[in-house]
């Protein structure tokens, strides 16, 4: 079945949602996602949304924060041109009815590399609130048709992504494949935003929801768009060590009031890697450390001790920490809480400018499946937000101007040939789990030359099984994301090879210096 319209608009995080709500009334607009809205990280995001508002604070100030954080590697320009229209999605967000504290009224936050208070959140409900407020918005809006557990596929182009030179590709995007129940349809746009998020899924413990797949990542990839830095990820040290709860964080702000780290054998360890700061290093270093810890005793996590600060303090202050521990019996004034460092942040991605054109014409990509160059080798935190919201503004300013003509006329359809059910789940779950699993253990927090080469030859294997299935079974759910994290932890592990130093977010235990010069790697799909 086909379906026509002007723009579609894949992923309905805060990139696709500013991106859908900013196209002109005249154009009609498709916004899909493939979990229920709101949906995506972003309805995660507790801390905040950075940008400059108080006159102590400049965009002078936040790029160098920015360039400071990002290991060297951070494009001024790119960086530049997203910073300096934080404080106007501010504003436009509060048009919107999503007005957040620290602008105008209540008192901005501070974290960790940011020289002043412009981290703007509410309370720790930030992404929830701004999710909630443009899906609602986006509803209402008659040019946009939405269209839930919708799932891309892959991308139709009319050049199967030929390279011409450098980052240009020859070809021309026409829209997408798209699941909906058992159902392939056929999406033709005359523009086609990728707005997928992350992929923290890749990795057996992570932060993010079960949607963040890297789907968008490898639908470009299999379009033949070079991928960025995809070594660079960034770990949450503390995530709940919980089966029920498997992607609670645990907030730093409680290693602020003195929580301590202890091994399993009830050992404070953050004395043998950072003396000076102890529990209070940077997130980088103390999620090094756990990992470390963990690998040498071998251990599958460490615990958080918060019982010194009571009952009374810790339900006054950390309410969700209290309630997401006690929900599941961890009573955190009586003992120390199990964590583990989780998969939070995909710094790499598609290479895209800021408003989300990409070497495909008809193709943009924003959000988090981007790599503009804001981040560099390390993402300064609550620049996420900032850096999608942004980049889903500018894309849609931008669209009339590159819009084609119209639709493409003729696509064939989806061909399923001779594809039969799948009929043993068994085999997508173990695949899931052992790819889940290499990627943790060898691809994590600290790596080695041996672990990166062993992962590869895990991943091949796996890759082959999951290609054979994919070309013999019906589409469905479960199947597309297990190829797509397949892909993705691929790109991860190449990337990482290809970075001969230890910089930013990437930790080599065989070459943990850093070169003079730093370079971004670049992975696309060999013809
Ligand atoms: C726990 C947590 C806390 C965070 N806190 C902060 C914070 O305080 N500040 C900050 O700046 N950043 C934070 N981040 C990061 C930030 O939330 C994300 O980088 C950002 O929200 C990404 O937005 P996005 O629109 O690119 O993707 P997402 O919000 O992840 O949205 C992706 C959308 O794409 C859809 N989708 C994916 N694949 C497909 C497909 N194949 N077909 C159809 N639809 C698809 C999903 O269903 C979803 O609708 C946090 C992340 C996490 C996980």
Known sequence: MNRRCDVLVIGAGMAGLTCALEIPDHLSVCLLSKTPMPAGSTYLAQGGLAAVTSPDDSIELHLEDTIAAGGGLVDEKAARSIISRGPELVAHLAELGVILEGAGSGIAGIEGGHSRRRVLHLDDRTGRFISETLSGLCRLRGNIEIAERAFAVNLITDRDGQQVSGDEIRGHCLGAYVLIG?????FLARETVLATGGCGKVYRYTSNQDASTGDGIAMAYRAGLPIRNMEFFQFHPTCLFHPDKRNFLVTEALRGEGARRLNLDAKRFMSEYDQERMELAPRDVVARAIDSE?????????LLDATHLGREFLEEHFPEVTLGTTSVGIIPWEEPIPVVPAAHYCVGGVIASPDGTTGIRGLRVIGEAASTGLHGANRLGSNSLLEAGVMGIMAAETIPETLADSCAANVRDWSYGRARPLSESILVDHAWASLRSVMWDYVGIVRTDRRLHRSLRFIEVISEEVEEDYWSHMPCTDLLELRNICTVGDVIVRSAQKRRESRGLHYNLDCPEIS???????????K
């Open 516 to 526: 003079e010069t730093g370079r971004n790697t670049v992975i696309r799909l060999e």
């Open 294 to 302: 963990m690998k040498k005793l071998g251990h599958d996590h460490v």
């Open 182 to 186: 058992d159902e392939v349809h056929t």
